[in-house]
Every structure is written in C-alpha cells, then in structure tokens.
C-alpha cells in the first residue's frame, strides 16, 4: 500500500498527522464503514467506482479519499475547485494519463465547479482513465448536473457524535505515533465535554482547538477554563445560503406550522446564533403568517410585519426579540392554509383558462361610447341589496363555472368566515334555481 503521508510538508497540523492510515483506525461513518457495508468492501477488495461524498465539514471526506488510494496502491491527486478550474483538470488528467496504474482524483469542493468544469471530467470516468472522488458540503442533487451524477455514486457522511468526537479528542492526547501522546497531557473530563460541544460535529475542528490547548496546558492538564478561552469565539455550524441554512430554516417553519413554540424559538435561536441575517428571518416569518396562519387569525400579519419594522429600527441586539414575540405568535396561533390553497388552486386555473372576457357587466363604463357599448350593463351594485349581497349574481367569465376555491377551514376566525361564505352560497343557489 502506498505512505499516505509520503509526501507531507514539513510541519503537519494534528488534524493531518491523525488521518487513519488503515480503515480499523478511522473513528465515525460506521453506516458506511462497518462490517459488511458496502463501501467498506470496495475499499478493502479494491474493486473501485467513481464517487461523491456529500457531508458537512471535518467528517473525513478527504480521508475516505486517501484511504481508498491507499488500499487500492492507487496514485492519489487531489485538486481544489476553490482554487483550480479547467487547466488544472487537465494537468490531474494527463498525469493520470502517463501513469500505469489506478489513479484516483479527489476533487475538493466540487459543487464549485460550474457545468462545462464538471462535464471536463466525464469521458476520463467512462473509460476509466481515473477514478473520480468528489466532496461537496451540498446537496448534489441541486449542485451537480445530472450526467456527473449517472456516473457516480453519492455516499452521504453525518456529523460526528459527541462521544465520537470524545474518543478522537482522547486517542489525539494519548497516540504516540501520530498525536500528541508524548506530551504525556491530560485533561478534565468537564473540558473534554465543552470541546467536543464547541466542535459541533467537526472532528477537525476538534483536534484543531485540541492542537492549541496543549500549548496552553499548564503542569501537563487541559483545564475547563483553558477550553473556554480557545473556544469562545466559535460559532455552531451556518453555512449561509447552503443546505444548512434551508434545513434550519425549513425547521422553523415546520415547527412554527406544528404549533411547537419551544421548537421554534429553538431553530430561530441556532439560526441567529449562526451568523443568519434577522432580516432574512422576519421576511420568511411574514410568508408564514401568510401560508400557515391565514385567515383563521389575520392578526398574525400584522404582529410580523411589526416585529420585522422593530428590528429595522432597533437592529440588533434589541430587534431580535420581537422577531422571536412574533414566531412565538405563530406557533400558538390557529392555524389555516385555505387561503394559501385556495391561491394555487386559483393561479392554476388561470393560466390552464387562458384570456377569457371579463363579463360586460363588470366592465366599467366611464365614457358615453362604452356605455353604449353595454359596459356595465345590468351589474347590480351590492350595497343597494338586501344585506348588501346581490343573490343570484356571477362574478367569473360567462364561458367559464363558478368555483369555490377558498374553503375556510373549522379553526380560529376562518370558522366564523365559513359560516358565512355558507350562507351566502345557499343564497345564490336559492336565486338562481328561482
């Protein structure tokens, strides 16, 4: 098997020198990696097929990478989207080209890349010149295009647990061959436990705060107060316009939706706490008035649209607050979404009926000629009705039937909004059968 460190720069990081060399080391993925799963064999058989790995950071993306040119005696090249573009596509193709074995190509950030850049790639994995191994931190399915996809197969690695990350914080102190075990540290359970809370999932960021801790480590212990110094100005995962940010704020919104108040201030807090721009917050809670609350309490608009002028005026700190009054509202509110289905419906049937005439008499008639015309002709004014409602009366196209797209439903102010849409429908039945 070819030296994963064969080519190493002077100084490594410790998140570096801790890459498993040998699959019993690697620590997280067992729903990929353990016995008997699927990608475990293949690296282990050295049966190869291009792949992507789809994960948030500091989950061994590039490991895998690594450890599958490693198993394979595989010539490993690895390229950076951020970086590089078509020329460096082709230098990685060309070298593998004049190699005469496998060559696996580890392409970092691949969802950067845009649809010329990844199709460079396609006639290389079908006739096998390389074997292609892309890590993305989002979703492939809206970031690559479809003929990468066909040719690949997307793993999906999850975030490490925290007593994952406990053991990787531990073997890092304690390896001798690839950590800091040498340094004979220790470490206080309670500040292993605010480290491995602070990483958020991140086993580089993990080892990254362990690296600096034991420069700060004072008689050979890592204290409780130490880790709070490295860590206190660490943020949890926000990936701004990425899946997490949609994930969370999907979460919120479904929260909201499911009438769980703690839920939602839960997400609206991870989503603040993250760096996301309280703006974009107040403008989705105005949608969710809007689609979730609707008619059943009409007040539910006015109380976000308040909450997202306070933060206009406050900013932040203050602002934030009336953003969390209002999804709380939210929550706690009767909840309908007949006028948001009654829309679709409508929009639908618009664009499928085309440019049907507005009838004659509810044209409008301001000049002598289109009076003569009959614009207007026959319209019953309603406030001059019985009760103010003209029974009987059409107001869709002639060519086109009445519907009933709105329906009420039986919670909040939409029950009373029912009961009356009820009686003036009995109404116009009763007219027209007359």
């Not at 480290?195 to 580089?204: F, I, M, P």
Request: aromatic share 8%; glycine share 6%; proline share 4%.
């Amino acid at each position: 098997m070819a030296d994963l460190f064969s080519h190493s720069p002077a100084y490594q990081p410790l998140a570096d020198r801790m890459r498993p060399q040998r699959l019993d080391q690697m620590v997280g993925q067992s729903h990929l990696l353990g016995e008997g799963k699927p990608l475990r064999m293949a690296i282990e058989s050295g049966k190869l097929h291009s792949m992507l790995f789809w994960g948030p950071p500091g989950t061994g993306k590039t490991t895998l990478a690594r450890l599958i040119a490693h198993y394979s005696d595989a010539q490993f090249l690895s390229i950076s989207a951020v970086l590089g573009g078509v020329k460096e596509i082709r230098a990685a193709v060309e070298q593998a080209q004049q190699f005469s074995g496998i060559t696996v190509l580890f392409v970092d950030e691949v969802h950067r890349f845009n649809k010329s850049q990844q199709d460079a790639f396609l006639p290389h994995i079908e006739n096998g010149t390389l074997v292609f191994v892309g890590a993305t931190t989002e979703n492939p399915s809206f970031e690559l295009n479809n003929a990468l996809l066909s040719r690949t197969r997307t793993y999906l690695l999850k975030s490490f647990d925290e007593e994952e990350l406990t053991r990787l914080v531990r073997l890092a102190l304690s390896d001798q061959d690839r950590g800091l075990g040498s340094l004979n540290l220790q470490i206080e359970d309670a500040a292993v436990e605010l480290l491995v809370k602070a990483a958020d999932g991140d086993a580089r960021r993990a080892l990254t705060f362990v690296e600096i801790l034991s420069d700060l480590a004072e008689d050979g212990v890592i204290t409780v107060e130490q880790v709070k110094e490295v860590v206190s100005q660490g943020h949890r995962r926000f990936d701004n316009k990425g899946d997490i940010f949609y994930e969370q704020i999907s979460a919120l919104h479904k929260s909201v939706r499911g009438s769980d108040p703690d839920a939602a201030l839960y997400w609206l807090c991870r989503m603040l706490d993250g760096g996301c721009d309280p703006l974009y917050i107040a403008r989705r809670v105005v949608r969710m008035a809007s689609e979730d609350i609707g008619n059943a309490d009409p007040r539910a608009l006015d109380i976000c649209i308040q909450a997202w002028a306070t933060y206009e005026r406050l900013g932040s700190p203050e602002g934030e607050l009336a953003i969390a009054q209002a999804v709380v509202y939210l929550a706690c509110a009767a909840k309908s979404n007949a006028v948001y289905s009654a829309y679709k419906q409508a929009m639908a049937m618009a664009r499928e009926t085309g440019s049907l005439e507005v009838p004659m008499h509810l044209r409008n008639a301001p000049t002598a000629f289109m009076k003569d015309l009959d614009y207007g002709k026959d319209y019953r004014y309603a406030h001059d009705e019985s009760d103010g409602f003209a029974a009987g009366e059409s107001y869709f196209p002639e060519t086109m039937e009445e519907m009933h797209f709105y329906q009420p439903v039986e919670r909040g102010l939409e029950i009373r909004i029912k009961q009356k849409l009820d009686q003036l429908r009995q109404l116009n039945r009763q007219a027209r059968d007359e």
